[in-house]
């Protein structure tokens, strides 16, 4: 998730920290799967004699881009001297755009970057020093600020937090004769023996689980809990092969044991919750973002409940974290320096960028901006931010920036779990697979 997680807490403070405040802004606050609205879109109207004219650029869906677009409109109600022109895409084609105006030297004022994008963005000058630009993150905390660090140097804040988590449809927990599992404590062996009794409960009508292998959301979480970082700090591959190896062997007996459905069972038509299996109740539990738990559970008819992932405390340590998929940045080439990061500032620390926008990224950076949103928050949203500010709390492992080649890893990933499910590749040829592609890949 999604994204997003994948790494995880106590990082270090990795550069410093604006500590004043900006007369612009109020000081007070993501594997993934962002749903696509299939198209380009964008607004804002002429700059308008002297007035100082930004362009702002994210990828998501429809309904996402009308809640940042409320946002926008009240800072430029605020800040009546800019006007800010909006664009939108679904990820996959934002990402290329992206690439290409940034190589071209026209990158947006204020955009996302995508978490794995971030370290080769900064590589490469692209991106504002932010502490240096004036965006007062003296609210958020240094794991969060963290997350957009790279050697020392914030490029870019968190648009939303978020962690991964397991939902099960209650209903088939309940008739399968089980009680709801307990999240704090449940295993991976638990897992899949309340997944194996709802597939034979129902007579493979509906199969117990239905989380994919092609995240790497998995990858991360199960090396970690075996005592492994996926991704270093240094950029490296921190997983050894035996380790790998061990988290597709044990999805090869998921799915033997009937707990997964047999390959090629999901065919996944659409990325929105209304699409998944898991709404068309075909399987019972899958891995979802946090801030997606509305979304889904709508579209289950509110029959959801969110579970920590399995394992966090029969492993050696935890494996879950506090992550972001989309980082908010100011591109370094920006004819307005002090505007854009005066944007930025608004959508970090102002409540009144939220009152659309509330948790669709995931929770607000700014703990103060949370805290002041909560009243509007859905039961569902709600219950998701305290699931994150909980987890927020507890010992877990370092996050990390994603490394150079984190892209090809994942492409890597993607390839080798169809490989293993359709019998095609074992599990150690699929760990040494990976082991090749990072030792050729990745860097910091």
């Avoid at 459905?261 to 038509?269: L, Q, R």
Wanted: proline share 6%; aromatic share 8%.
């Amino acid at each position: 998730m999604t994204t997003p997680p994948r790494t995880s807490t106590p990082t270090p403070p990795q550069g410093g920290r604006h500590l004043g405040r900006r007369a612009f802004g109020l000081s007070a606050l993501g594997a993934a799967a962002l749903a696509g609205c299939g198209r380009f879109s964008s607004s804002g109207g002429d700059s308008g004699g002297d007035g100082v004219e930004l362009s702002f650029s994210w990828w998501g869906d429809a309904s996402r881009a009308e809640a940042t677009e409320a946002a926008v409109a009240t800072f430029m109600e605020k800040n009546p001297g800019i006007t800010v022109r909006t664009d939108y895409q679904d990820s996959s084609p934002y990402q290329d755009k992206l690439a290409t105006r940034v190589a071209a030297g026209d990158a947006p004022d204020v955009m996302a970057v995508p978490n794995r994008a971030l370290r080769e963005y900064a590589g490469r000058g692209a991106l504002a020093d932010l502490n240096a630009a004036g965006v007062d993150l003296s609210a958020v905390d240094d794991r969060v600020v963290g997350l957009g660090t790279v050697d020392g140097t914030v490029y870019g804040i968190a648009a939303g937090l978020n962690t991964v988590g397991v939902v099960f449809r209650k209903q088939h927990v309940l008739d399968a004769g089980l009680p709801l599992p307990d999240g704090d404590t449940w295993s991976w062996e638990d897992y899949e023996e309340i997944s194996r009794a709802i597939t034979e409960n129902t007579g493979r009508a509906v199969y117990g689980s239905g989380y994919s292998m092609e995240a790497e959301t998995g990858n991360i979480i199960w090396t970690r809990q075996q005592g492994q970082d996926f991704y270093t700090a240094d950029g490296g591959l921190g997983a050894d092969a035996a380790s790998i190896a061990a988290w597709y062997a044990m999805n090869v007996r998921f799915r033997a044991s009937g707990a997964l459905p047999p390959a090629g069972y999901v065919d996944v038509t659409g990325s929105g919750a209304e699409q998944s299996f898991l709404a068309q109740d075909k399987v019972a539990s899958q891995f979802i973002p946090t801030n997606n738990l509305g979304a889904y559970n709508r579209a289950c008819g509110g029959d959801l409940v969110m579970l920590r992932m399995p394992g966090e405390t029969t492993g050696v340590r935890r494996g879950m974290s506090v992550d972001c998929s989309m980082l908010w940045s100011v591109s370094a080439q920006s004819e307005h320096p002090a505007e854009a990061a005066a944007l930025l500032d608004f959508l970090v620390n102002d409540p009144d960028a939220y009152t659309e926008m509330m948790t669709t990224r995931g929770v607000p950076p700014n703990p103060e901006v949370t805290e002041a949103v909560k009243a509007k928050m859905s039961p569902d949203d709600l219950a998701a931010t305290e699931f994150l500010l909980a987890l927020q709390q507890e010992d877990l492992p370092p996050t990390y920036v994603y490394p150079r080649g984190a892209t090809a890893m994942a492409s890597e990933i993607s390839t080798v779990a169809t490989e293993i499910e359709f019998g095609r590749m074992t599990p150690e040829q699929a760990a040494d697979a990976l082991v090749r592609v990072g030792q050729s890949e990745l860097s910091a």
